[in-house]
């Protein structure tokens, strides 16, 4: 039933006459006598009766009265979720990133992002590098965020940017002096070390080769997150991405640069077999900008690594 029927009778039942209820809907009163036979031939019922020279609604219309408000709210109700969904401020998003990133990057964006859309449910995962693959791939996630770069079917990516390696030591550690760490300055110190997952600790240890430096690792960790923690309650020092080292407390933590280039590289995931929403589609392309325009993002844009 188109929602101008529903409007006629809505109108006749509250102004009681055909020319008030024509000037409430702003038509002519032979275009609302018009909209009342449509409306009693659509329901095969005689809604209004003549008497006395005006319309009255007859019982059939009083006992409708209840489901024509219904409809009415409904119709109103799909309209504005249209309207909402159209202006991308409904829907739904899940995003899913790495540990480290869920805390950092993501953490910050998503915040920033979900005050514009107060009626838009953005669910934010934590899972292992590989899982973020995984999720997105099989479409449990709209968006994945990884350090990992692991083309697959399922799934596209693309090089986001990367973030610059930083140390990070106690306080109160005795190279807290130094304006930059240097990888002989790191000789024989208790060292957190990044398992070998997505390729960090590869970067990592790069800036040692064929140096002969020698560090104390009794501790390895997955995640930046956990490095910084460790360092945090003085069990080493590490060198993590500076997104992470940006939520140390600077209370306990001191970082500085490390004069060797070591990057870490930001990938993000798309399903492969699902259209992206209008939602999705902002969600990325404010986030690109978004990460480009933040100090710690050393940014270029690739085309997608693979389909």
């Known amino acids: 039933m188109k929602l101008r029927l529903i409007e006629a009778y809505k109108a006749m039942i509250e102004f009681g006459t055909?020319?008030?209820?024509?000037?409430?809907?702003?038509?002519?009163?032979?275009?609302?006598?018009?909209?009342i036979a449509q409306l009693q031939s659509e329901l095969d019922l005689v809604l209004f009766e003549q008497r006395g020279g005006r319309l009255v609604p007859t019982a059939e219309a009083r006992a409708l009265e209840g489901s024509m408000e219904r409809a009415w709210h409904g119709v109103i109700e799909l309209t504005e979720a249209a309207r909402e969904v159209r202006h991308m401020r409904r829907g739904h998003l899940s995003v899913v990133a790495s540990p480290t990133f869920a805390q950092t990057i993501m953490a910050e964006f998503v915040a920033q992002f979900s005050k514009g859309s107060n009626r838009l449910t953005v669910t934010l995962h934590s899972q292992s590098s590989p899982r973020v693959i995984d999720w997105t791939a099989d479409g449990q996630a709209d968006i994945g965020v990884s350090m990992?770069?692991?083309?697959?079917?399922?799934?596209?990516?693309?090089?986001?940017?990367?973030?610059?390696?930083?140390?990070?030591?106690?306080?109160?550690?005795?190279?807290?002096?130094?304006?930059l760490i240097e990888p002989d300055d790191l000789r024989n110190q208790p060292f957190i070390s990044l398992a070998e997952i997505d390729g960090s600790r590869s970067r990592v240890e790069a800036a040692f080769e064929g140096r002969a430096i020698d560090?104390?690792?009794?501790?390895?960790?997955?995640?930046?997150?956990?490095?910084?923690?460790?360092?945090?309650?003085?069990a080493g020092?590490?060198?993590?991405?500076?997104?992470?080292?940006?939520?140390?407390?600077?209370a306990k933590v001191v970082i500085r640069p490390f004069s060797h280039a070591v990057e870490f590289?930001?990938?993000?995931y798309h399903p492969a077999n699902k259209v992206p929403s209008q939602v999705q589609e902002r969600f990325v392309r404010q986030f690109r900008t978004w990460f480009k325009g933040r100090s710690w993002a050393q940014t270029t844009f690739d085309r997608p690594v693979t389909k």
Do not use: F, N, W
Request: proline share 5%.
């Open 18 to 35: 055909v020319t008030a209820a024509a000037h409430s809907l702003k038509i002519s009163q032979p275009a609302m006598t018009k909209l």
């Open 237 to 250: 020092v590490a060198i993590i991405d500076e997104a992470t080292a940006s939520i140390a407390d600077q």
């Open 148 to 179: 990992i770069l692991a083309p697959r079917s399922g799934v596209q990516v693309e090089r986001l940017g990367s973030l610059a390696g930083v140390c990070v030591l106690p306080i109160g550690h005795e190279l807290a002096s130094k304006d």
């Open 265 to 268: 590289d930001v990938y993000l």
């Open 215 to 234: 560090r104390d690792i009794s501790l390895t960790t997955p995640q930046s997150a956990v490095a910084l923690a460790l360092v945090t309650h003085g």
